[in-house]
């Protein structure tokens, strides 16, 4: 199949890191921790989006905070599935990128990383 015609409406333009912080014991140790993601969705008018996901994971010894952000546009043919599509389909886009990024900042000489989960995003709607 023509790889074209599998492209996608919803584009992120931009993704960045608006704010990373890390704070930590001397030892950590190995366990549970706590993990709680925010996002909120802001129609910028003209089909264009700005996403903003906050991911905060602690524990007793550790505390991890980032706040992502991104840029979308939708352009399609037909615009009934807009809202829709917007509200799964951003974070699920944007989440490899804040994995990845939780993963690097724990990757610390005496701690073992954090790799979080894949995510159903489609949960975040209800």
Do not use: W
Request: charged fraction near 25%; aromatic fraction near 10%; charge should be negative.
């Amino acid at each position: 199949m023509d790889i074209k015609k599998l492209e996608s409406s919803l584009k992120m333009e931009n993704l960045f890191f608006s704010k990373c912080a890390f704070k930590r014991e001397q030892k950590i140790a190995d366990g549970e921790y706590n993990a709680n993601f925010e996002r909120k969705i802001i129609n910028l008018g003209n089909h264009n989006y700005n996403v903003e996901a906050e991911l905060t994971i602690s524990k007793v010894d550790f505390e991890l905070f980032l706040k992502a952000e991104a840029v979308f546009i939708y352009e399609a043919d037909d615009y009934e599935r807009e809202e829709s599509i917007v509200n799964n389909n951003t974070i699920a886009i944007m989440f490899p990128f804040i994995r990845s990024q939780v993963s690097l900042m724990t990757t610390q000489p005496g701690m073992m990383p954090i790799v979080l989960p894949p995510i159903n995003t489609a949960k975040l709607n209800r």
